[in-house]
């Protein structure tokens, strides 16, 4: 019987997935001498717009299956992931669950970045009891359905995991920073019509409101469109004291741009989605003093993801981890622990019904991560309710308070 340890340190870096059988390249023996290759399946927008957030997913997923394949965390086990690439399209998320669960090798994912595209992948993974698990999804209804706010919560998929906490506590965070913090009373709210970002900012809107601020005025932009000058001449008159935005960098930075060319001196704040240095790159205006929530502690103070860094930066890859890196590992380490302990129980071997014990697996997962502790509620939500404000200062994002959410 092989036996398998289920220790992990924070330090320690992994993944996982696939079912295929080669023969090992140093040995021509039996079977002994065979290893079985886990394929993990990665979707994330690795071209377009948000293809830097993407790439970093990738990257992350990647390393960490270098990094099990060269620590032999799981013997007997060869572990690479298969990349698709969305360009945030839920159309194209749909086609890319559909490939994925007809690749047999592949027996769970981590993605996708949009909980837009989430949607529209969630019932196809259900079906084949694929296991996914988004480093960046926070839209509630994902895990908790349709009647979340009302209270009535019931997870419509038991494939579905998040390394990444909710918008329902991300929104909340924003505002009691925004109201407690900053002393902002009177803010205007525009969205992109998009999940996420109507989503995000109709949470905010309502816990602003709760705290005793005021929403003096509302408005939406349309993705891919850059002249907001509309938006930003309402924001210069209904006399708020600051913006927030739900949306994603591309237009964040812009409309930023463009509130304070109309005249406006005041900050932006929103969510992850704008948690990115293109957001700063797309402002030909100095947005010092804007601001962005985003899931987590900052990744290069956290202890833990020492090991992390270093390694991702050993690696030379192209592009930077980004705000979903250490998410996007976790996600994968997450995938790593469920092989592990079906592989232990079923004596040393993949079982035929993998897709559906990795993801019986998942909900007992239980480590301390790149990010911190990592493990699942009910809802295949993160117990990690850890975030952060950064703030644009001389052109770069820069932490500046760090909390772990409480009611």
Not at 115 to 138: E, R, Y
Not at 207 to 220: A, I, M, S, Y
Not at 282 to 287: F, I
Request: charged fraction near 25%; charge should be neutral; aromatic fraction near 8%.
């Amino acid at each position: 019987m092989l036996i398998i340890t289920t220790a992990v340190t924070a330090g320690a870096l992994t993944l996982s997935a696939c079912g295929s059988r080669d023969k090992s390249d140093s040995d021509s023996g039996g079977d002994n001498n065979k290893k079985t290759t886990v394929v993990i399946g990665v979707d994330a927008p690795l071209t377009g717009s948000l293809s830097a957030l993407g790439q970093g997913i990738k990257n992350s997923v990647d390393l960490a299956t270098k990094v099990a394949n060269k620590n032999n965390e799981v013997p007997g086990v060869t572990f690479k992931i298969k990349a698709f690439d969305d360009q945030a399209v839920p159309s194209s998320g749909k086609q890319n669950a559909t490939s994925m669960v007809d690749d047999d090798e592949i027996v769970a994912m981590v993605g996708p970045l949009n909980s837009g595209v989430s949607q529209s992948m969630q019932g196809v993974f259900a079906k084949a009891d694929l296991a996914q698990i988004s480093p960046a999804n926070t839209n509630p209804e994902l895990s908790q359905g349709p009647d979340w706010a009302s209270g009535k919560k019931v997870r419509p998929f038991k494939t579905y995991f998040r390394t990444a906490t909710t918008d329902v506590i991300q929104g909340r965070f924003a505002a009691q920073y925004y109201y407690k913090d900053a002393k902002k009373r009177k803010v205007f709210v525009v969205d992109d019509k998009q999940t996420y970002g109507a989503g995000l900012a109709k949470i905010f809107s309502q816990e602003f409101e709760r705290l005793g601020g005021k929403v003096v005025g509302t408005d939406h932009l349309t993705v891919k469109e850059t002249d907001f000058s509309g938006i930003a001449g309402k924001v210069k008159s209904s006399g708020a004291d600051s913006v927030y935005f739900g949306g994603q960098y591309p237009e964040g930075g812009l409309l930023s741009d463009q509130v304070k060319q109309a005249g406006a001196d005041v900050p932006i704040m929103g969510g992850d989605g704008i948690y990115d240095p293109a957001f700063i790159k797309a402002s030909g205006t100095s947005n010092d003093g804007d601001l962005a929530t985003s899931v987590g502690y900052p990744v290069e103070k956290l202890p833990s993801a020492k090991n992390f860094v270093k390694e991702y930066s050993a690696q030379g890859y192209k592009d930077p981890y980004a705000a979903y890196g250490g998410y996007s590992y976790d996600a994968g380490w997450a995938i790593v622990q469920a092989v592990k302990a079906v592989v232990q129980d079923n004596d040393g071997k993949l079982p035929d019904d993998a897709r559906a014990k990795i993801t019986e697996a998942l909900a007992k997962v239980s480590f301390d991560g790149v990010t911190g502790k990592v493990s699942f509620d009910e809802y295949g939500d993160t117990t990690n309710k850890q975030l952060t404000v950064y703030k644009v200062t001389k052109g770069v994002w820069k932490d500046a308070v760090s909390r772990t959410f409480k009611d």
